[in-house]
């Protein structure tokens, strides 16, 4: 941003301008929200990248003794069978209804290779000549795991496109608070400053008033003047002296106002800026450029062609939901009952392959995504448009604003010359005796009223040229990048 403030000639006012843009909370505000969107556009970077896992589990588990029973007494009686049937012995087959109808006695007469679901040989699935399941199994495992999703319809790539113009609106956000920012603290200086000097007009004019009170009544006592002229010289004192509340109120206001833009407590400025000061001059011309210029230098209007970009890339990013994600999944590691085993390399287990995913059927939910970004999107167009069309209007109120005034402060100017030639004028003929007290207090009232209206204008004249350099984006100049294009041209 161009330092335009300096064009106002006041130190003060560069170093409070300075102080609040290192300090200012509004401003730490839009920085952070900068730093936020940087920080999701790496999220949406992240997912070009294969998504690797490191994980470890321990697990111990049980199972059912009675189902391992039934389960095993099943299968013994198959096997018990067919071998009794291919030896032919016929007390084979008592045996096994003995078994079967004591589980947990001796293998019988049938032979010692068949064993039983007693002491015999025993099934796999018992526990060897105890004729009991194995129950419990200890399983570590660890490894790693990784995914990697192929984007062959640019979903990813899309997402990228909307985070960077994310980031790009967060900063011309930022670029918009402080834009904000040095108009408000410029704005709030010079109507200080116009405050105080409206005090001090309020009070040489009290201190007349007052001679010309004084006066009324020394002649009113001496029988040379009627005592309507006390009564009318008293008001006018004490209208005057109505306004210097009001005022010394105005200055403290703008001063804490100062203070919470600067990030400080309201009244940490008082000692500062409570004596008296002129106001800032405004410089004699104010160069305007070419509305492609202000168009392209003011942050709102670019922070809203970069919300209409990011619209627009995340249609596309809804509209890739519509084909099928390709993937590659893999994982490795060791597991084994043993920990003693981890590290061995038979305990190591792998696998690896490719994967797609295309959602055939979802009720029509990828169609209304699609028509709801497609409905953002021509939300962000209008709001696009919207802002051309605020800035061109801004800078024309500010522009007609600044340059109407400045006539009215010409004219005020020679009406304050002409009063103080009336007072001068009133004054005399009155000690001559030409005319009554009545003109001169008529007089001095004209002079004040007119020397408030010309501090007021000499005021509304600079704040409307702050809203007029806001308007126009902050400065002349254009921005770093249209600088560097000017350069290379």
Same mark, same amino acid.
């Given at each position: 941003?161009?330092?335009?403030?300096?064009?106002?000639?006041?130190?003060?006012?560069?170093?409070?301008?300075?102080?609040?843009?290192?300090?200012?909370?509004?401003?730490?505000?839009?920085? =952070?929200?900068?730093?936020?969107?940087?920080?999701?556009?790496?999220?949406?970077?992240?997912?070009?990248?294969?998504?690797?896992?490191?994980?470890? +589990?321990? %697990?111990?588990?049980?199972?059912?003794?009675? %189902?391992?029973? /039934?389960?095993?007494?099943?299968?013994?009686?198959?096997?018990?069978?067919?071998?009794?049937? %291919?030896?032919?012995?016929?007390?084979?087959?008592?045996? /096994?209804?003995?078994?079967?109808?004591?589980?947990?006695?001796?293998?019988?007469?049938?032979?010692?290779?068949?064993?039983?679901?007693?002491?015999?040989? *025993?099934?796999?699935?018992?526990? *060897?000549?105890?004729?009991?399941?194995?129950?419990?199994?200890?399983?570590?495992?660890?490894?790693?795991?990784?995914?990697?999703?192929?984007?062959?319809?640019?979903?990813?790539?899309?997402?990228?496109?909307?985070?960077?113009?994310?980031?790009?609106?967060?900063?011309?956000?930022?670029?918009?608070?402080?834009?904000?920012?040095?108009?408000?603290?410029?704005?709030?200086?010079?109507?200080?400053?116009?405050?105080?000097?409206?005090?001090?007009? %309020?009070?040489?004019?009290?201190?007349?008033?007052?001679?010309?009170?004084?006066?009324?009544?020394?002649?009113?006592?001496?029988?040379?003047?009627?005592?309507?002229?006390?009564?009318?010289?008293?008001?006018?004192?004490?209208?005057?002296?109505?306004?210097?509340?009001?005022?010394?109120?105005?200055?403290?206001?703008?001063?804490?106002?100062?203070?919470?833009?600067?990030?400080?407590?309201?009244?940490?400025?008082?000692?500062?800026?409570?004596?008296?000061?002129?106001?800032?001059?405004?410089?004699?011309?104010?160069? @305007?450029?070419?509305?492609?210029?202000?168009?392209?230098?003011?942050?709102?209007?670019?922070?809203?062609?970069?919300?209409?970009?990011?619209?627009? =890339?995340?249609?596309?990013?809804?509209?890739?939901?519509?084909?099928?994600?390709?993937?590659?999944?893999?994982?490795?590691?060791?597991?084994? +009952?043993?920990?003693?085993?981890?590290?061995?390399?038979?305990?190591?287990?792998?696998?690896?392959?490719?994967?797609?995913?295309?959602?055939?059927?979802?009720?029509?939910?990828?169609?209304?995504?699609?028509?709801?970004?497609?409905?953002?999107?021509?939300?962000?167009?209008?709001?696009?448009?919207?802002?051309?069309?605020?800035?061109?209007?801004?800078?024309?109120?500010?522009?007609?604003?600044?340059?109407?005034?400045?006539?009215?402060?010409?004219?005020?100017?020679?009406?304050?010359?002409?009063?103080?030639? =009336?007072?001068?004028?009133?004054?005399?003929?009155?000690?001559?005796?030409?005319?009554?007290?009545?003109?001169?207090?008529?007089?001095?009232?004209?002079?004040?009223?007119? &020397?408030?209206?010309?501090? &007021?204008?000499? $005021? $509304?004249?600079?704040?409307?040229?702050?809203?007029?350099?806001?308007?126009?984006?902050?400065?002349?100049?254009?921005?770093?990048? @249209?600088?560097?294009?000017?350069?290379?041209?």
């Amino acid at each position: 941003l161009t330092e335009w403030w300096q064009a106002l000639g006041d130190p003060r006012l560069d170093d409070l301008i300075r102080r609040a843009s290192e300090s200012n909370l509004d401003l730490r505000i839009a920085t =952070a929200r900068v730093a936020e969107a940087r920080a999701l556009r790496d999220v949406a970077v992240a997912d070009f990248w294969p998504q690797v896992n490191l994980n470890g +589990s321990y %697990a111990y588990r049980g199972s059912s003794r009675n %189902a391992s029973r /039934q389960r095993s007494a099943s299968l013994n009686w198959r096997s018990q069978l067919a071998s009794s049937a %291919a030896a032919g012995a016929s007390n084979a087959i008592g045996n /096994q209804v003995n078994n079967l109808l004591n589980p947990g006695g001796t293998g019988g007469t049938g032979g010692t290779g068949a064993g039983g679901l007693g002491s015999g040989g *025993g099934s796999g699935l018992t526990g *060897g000549s105890t004729g009991q399941a194995i129950r419990d199994v200890h399983l570590f495992q660890a490894g790693f795991d990784a995914s990697w999703e192929l984007d062959v319809f640019g979903r990813i790539r899309r997402s990228v496109e909307a985070a960077d113009a994310d980031v790009q609106a967060s900063e011309e956000d930022r670029r918009a608070v402080l834009v904000t920012l040095l108009a408000d603290v410029a704005l709030n200086y010079v109507q200080l400053r116009g405050y105080q000097q409206r005090l001090a007009v %309020a009070e040489r004019n009290i201190i007349d008033q007052q001679a010309t009170v004084d006066v009324t009544e020394d002649r009113h006592r001496a029988g040379f003047s009627p005592e309507l002229e006390v009564h009318q010289a008293r008001a006018l004192l004490e209208t005057t002296q109505s306004q210097v509340p009001l005022l010394s109120s105005a200055i403290r206001q703008s001063i804490y106002q100062l203070g919470v833009l600067l990030g400080e407590p309201p009244e940490a400025l008082l000692e500062e800026l409570l004596a008296d000061a002129p106001i800032p001059t405004a410089p004699p011309e104010v160069p @305007m450029g070419l509305p492609s210029d202000l168009l392209r230098r003011r942050p709102d209007v670019r922070a809203a062609e970069r919300a209409l970009a990011a619209a627009t =890339a995340r249609i596309g990013v809804a509209t890739a939901d519509l084909f099928p994600t390709f993937s590659l999944t893999g994982n490795v590691g060791p597991a084994t +009952s043993n920990i003693k085993h981890f590290l061995d390399e038979n305990s190591l287990a792998w696998s690896v392959g490719p994967g797609v995913s295309w959602p055939v059927f979802q009720g029509g939910r990828i169609q209304a995504n699609i028509r709801a970004q497609n409905a953002r999107q021509e939300q962000a167009l209008a709001a696009y448009a919207r802002a051309v069309l605020t800035a061109l209007q801004e800078v024309e109120n500010a522009l007609v604003a600044y340059n109407n005034e400045k006539v009215r402060y010409e004219t005020l100017s020679r009406a304050v010359h002409a009063n103080q030639e =009336a007072v001068a004028i009133a004054t005399l003929r009155e000690e001559k005796g030409v005319v009554n007290f009545l003109s001169v207090i008529d007089s001095l009232r004209s002079l004040y009223s007119t &020397q408030d209206q010309l501090i &007021q204008s000499q $005021t $509304t004249t600079l704040t409307n040229l702050i809203a007029l350099y806001k308007a126009l984006g902050g400065g002349w100049e254009p921005p770093e990048d @249209m600088r560097t294009e000017n350069s290379d041209r």
